[in-house]
């Protein structure tokens, strides 16, 4: 087929034609008219499809940000900040409750010098959640916030400290939100840290022991958990050359002040002492601590208890071993008081087996120097004898012959002394003031005072708390509070987490939870003549775990009224 044009009186016509074969030659027939030729646009550009009118706005980081948030809401860190540091819980624009809280935030997922932090702030939502300037989130600002924490009385040079009535407040609304069992009470561990110091001007900050066993300026951070979910019910700041021990008192002295109805509490044995016993129970605290063997008394009792190896008297598998406990009467503290006696088999099986390996060895080099020794004096035999035992002479007879006809030296083990050493090992001894508590539970209870050391591996590793930077001493008290308020925000999604798993969920779920709501970011879009706000890198998984523990409409797109990108 072919088209041609055709001028009519200043129109141009379309003209269909088809080649056919005549007389072997092709020649050109008429088919049919098409009309007149539509006139063409000059220059004109093609229609914009809907796709070419999009506009992106900046993203900024939303997911983790805007989950704590919520929770720090729901556990009214905001009201309660401002309501004690200020008179008022609800103040317009920037407040100390907000800095503090997107402070603690920051601790919780990406923690950050101050000056940093301010770069941080705006490239997150926490601007928009706190329905605040960007700009007011300055070094100043940050520094400022932690003045009302706590702060210097100008007319009398003491510190105002308002961390514990904040704790007090922030306790309270948790257990009301989060009520114990009926007929149950507050079982709390207490515990002490160290925490290092970058400078060395702070009056607080001392030389002291730690952990590392680094002579450098420190604080002592001391912690108040409770068992049952881990939340912490308050917080003390102590010089660093404090042991814990001295600081028992303080610990009464709050508790009794307290709101919080008594318990039980659960401390190390160096804690342990007949007054502290004595003290905590005149205040109707009952106390479940261990009792170093260096109290004569209780070395005694543990010595002469044998804690029998069967199914009434096992406790539980450990990771180091098999656990068994009885509990007994004893004198201690210079009267009679039932406590409980634990063993733990392999190591007990592992200390002996060390012990005869030391002997066996000692034995065989004492039988050298018979022959080695044959012709020294006395008195250098018996300096190389003294060499060779060292402390360990108690378990050893050995007699040095003057005659030459016999062997020089003439020894034995005293089996009675390594009867009595095996007695003591691998046991060890826990004191309950409430002798209804059965062995098993009192052990056990005991055991899980370890779970105020995780929370300090968290405030160290999670957190970075050290070296701490700030020289005042009211704003080192102040900056070891936002980093216990970020400890009370990772503690709450450890507990949704863990309502809605079989599994005990560890501090490691928890910072991979954080890890995937970190990638989530918040960016907005125009579409033609509306503006919508979208969340990136959204995953099903994630939906799932935030509809499980209550933010299932949080990250849901939607149409702005403002057209502003």
Known sequence: MT?????????????????VRVNGKVKSVYIRSLGPEKPKIPNRKPTPSVLNRLEYSSSFRSGDVSILWEIAKENRFVEYIDGITCGQSHIQGISPGKLITAWAINRVIDPLSTTKLEKWIPTTDIP???????????????LSSLDFICREDNATGQCIDNTTRINDALYQNWRKRHPLQHTQKETVAYDITSVLFFGVKCPIAELGHNANDIRRHQVNLALVISKHDKYPLGHFIFNGSRHSAS???????????????PGTIIWDRGNVSKEHISLFELSG??????IPMSIGDAKKIVKDTVVPTNP?????????????????????????????????????QNQINAQNEVLANMGKQLDNLNDSGKDWSESKLHAKIDKIVGEWGDFFDIRVSRKSDEPRI????????????????????????????????????YFEKDLIEKVFRTLKTSEEIEPVRHRLEQRVRAYLFVCTLAYRLQVDIQNRLRAISEKEHSWEQVDDYLMDLGRIERTRIRFGQQVKTIFLNITKKIQDINKKIGFKDLFQDRIDVDFRL
Not at 128 to 142: G, H, Q, R, V
Not at 285 to 290: F, P
């Open 3 to 19: 088209i041609k044009h055709k001028k009519k009186k200043g129109i141009v016509y379309l003209e269909e034609y088809k080649s």
């Open 410 to 445: 003439k020894w034995r083990f005293k089996s009675r002394t390594m009867s009595n050493a095996e007695r003591s090992y691998g046991k060890y001894m826990i004191y309950s003031t409430d002798e209804s508590i059965p062995a098993s539970e009192v052990v056990k209870t």
């Open 247 to 261: 600081t028992i008192k303080n610990l009464l002295s709050w508790l009794t002040s307290s709101p919080i109805e």
């Open 128 to 142: 928009l959640l706190m329905d605040a300037n960007p700009a007011d989130f300055n070094k100043e600002a940050l």
């Open 285 to 290: 605290w009952k106390v479940i601590s261990g």
């Open 312 to 348: 009434n008297t096992f406790v539980q598998k450990g990771n180091t071993g098999h656990i068994y406990a009885n509990r007994v009467t004893g004198q201690l503290f210079n009267q009679a008081r039932s406590v409980v006696i634990y063993v733990n088999q392999e190591k007990r």
